[in-house]
C-alpha cells in the first residue's frame, strides 16, 4: 500500500487548506485513516483520524478548526484544516491501516508528508 499526500503549503494565519492523501496499491481493506503532524523539535502527533464507517477523532488543538473525511471509493482521506495558526505549522503525514492483498493482519503504512507552514 502506497499513500500520496498532497495539499501542503505557505497560508496566513486564519487561511485554509486542504490536505489529500491517496491510497493505491492491492489492499482488501483499508481501516482507519489519519492524519498525523511533526513540528520541528517535536514528536510526531495524532491530528484527526476516520474509521471506514467515518467515525472521527480530533486532537483537542485542532477540535473545531479541521475536518478529516474520506471518500472509500476513491481510497482517499482529506483533511480540511480553517482558521489556521502559526502552531499548525508542522510536517502532515498520513497514516493507514491496512490490510494487504494475500495476508490476514492490518498493517500501518506511512505517506511522505507534506509541509504545512503558517505565518503570522
Known amino acids: 500500500v502506497q499513500l500520496q499526500a498532497s495539499g501542503g503549503g505557505l497560508v496566513q494565519a486564519g487561511g485554509s487548506l486542504r490536505l489529500s492523501c491517496a491510497a493505491s496499491g492491492s489492499f482488501i481493506i483499508i481501516n482507519t485513516m489519519a492524519w498525523y503532524r511533526q513540528a520541528p523539535g517535536k514528536q510526531r502527533e495524532l491530528v484527526a483520524a476516520?474509521?471506514?464507517?467515518?467515525?472521527?477523532n480530533y486532537a483537542d488543538p485542532v477540535k473545531g478548526r479541521f475536518t478529516i473525511s474520506r471518500d472509500n471509493a476513491k481510497n482517499t482521506v482529506y483533511l480540511q484544516m480553517n482558521r489556521l495558526k502559526p502552531e499548525d505549522t508542522a510536517v502532515y503525514y498520513c497514516?493507514?491501516?491496512?490490510?494487504?492483498?494475500?495476508?490476514?493482519?492490518?498493517?500501518?503504512?506511512w505517506g511522505q508528508g507534506t509541509l504545512v507552514t503558517v505565518s503570522s
Open positions: 476516520i474509521t471506514v464507517l467515518r467515525s472521527t
Open positions: 497514516n493507514a491501516d491496512a490490510v494487504p492483498s494475500g495476508r490476514s493482519s492490518t498493517y500501518d503504512y
